[in-house]
């Protein structure tokens, strides 16, 4: 069974970057068939994808975020990660990291953490 | 930047059918993925490329599609079915989630 695991911080000040990380079991990140993405979901923005990575370390991201969302994938740990930079209230949400299997269809996700951006 | 529209609410009694829809400018050329989300859970995919369903996912759901309306039909419909319902696509470069319908079994 394929199981996803979100860790990083609970609460992140403004102005500042936030890091999170996906730990990955029973299939490799350096896997073809995926992709590993990172999706958010807060009250006021609902599910927001932000971007995934392949195991080549190539991105695809979110346009409106690009600017602020970095991606990176650790083969040897069967790990990705997300920093995301200066952060307001508004990045205030849960995320979750996610396989996108075929055709943009997120078929494992995380169980999501809960990010609080405040000072 | 690219919108799928979907009601906020449907209610159905159960045994009856529940159907939930998602519109979009050219939806028609872009497959459609939908999810069901329980209060405190995480997403969980249940129709993929408009129409197919996962492994482990009942008979009762279905999907459609028809111009630039999507459709999540679930037949038989139980309390269990009760959910936040999200549809996405793929658009303008960017992966996109309708607003979900809340699915509430009366």
């Not at chain 1, 403004?14 to 990140?29: G, I, M, N």
């Not at chain 2, 490329?49 to 139980?78: C, M, W, Y």
Request: a neutral charge; hydrophobic letters at 35%.
């Amino acid at each position: 069974q394929v199981l996803m695991q979100e860790s990083g911080p609970g609460l992140v000040r403004p102005s500042e970057t936030l890091s999170l990380t996906c730990s990955v079991s029973s299939v490799s990140v350096s896997s073809g068939l995926y992709f590993w993405s990172w999706i958010r979901q807060s009250a006021g923005r609902g599910l927001e994808w932000l971007g995934y990575i392949y195991h080549s370390g190539s991105t695809d991201l979110n346009p409106s975020l690009s600017s602020r969302v970095s991606l990176s994938v650790d083969t040897s740990k069967n790990q990705f990660s997300l920093t995301l930079s200066s952060l307001t209230p508004a990045d205030t949400a849960i995320y979750y990291c996610a396989r996108r299997w075929t055709n943009n269809a997120f078929d494992i996700w995380g169980r999501g953490i809960m990010v609080n951006v405040s000072a | 930047s690219y919108e799928l529209t979907q009601a906020p609410s449907v209610s159905v009694s159960p045994g009856q059918t529940a159907d939930i829809t998602c519109s979009g400018d050219a939806l028609g050329s872009k497959f459609v993925t939908w999810y069901r989300q329980k209060t405190g859970q995480s997403p969980v995919l249940v129709i993929y490329e408009d129409h197919k369903r996962p492994p482990g996912v009942p008979e009762r759901f279905s999907g459609s599609k028809s111009g630039n309306t999507a459709r999540l039909i679930i037949t038989e419909t139980q309390a269990l079915d009760e959910a936040d319902y999200y549809c996405q696509a793929w658009a303008s470069d960017c992966v996109v989630f309708g607003g979900g319908t809340k699915l509430t079994v009366l």
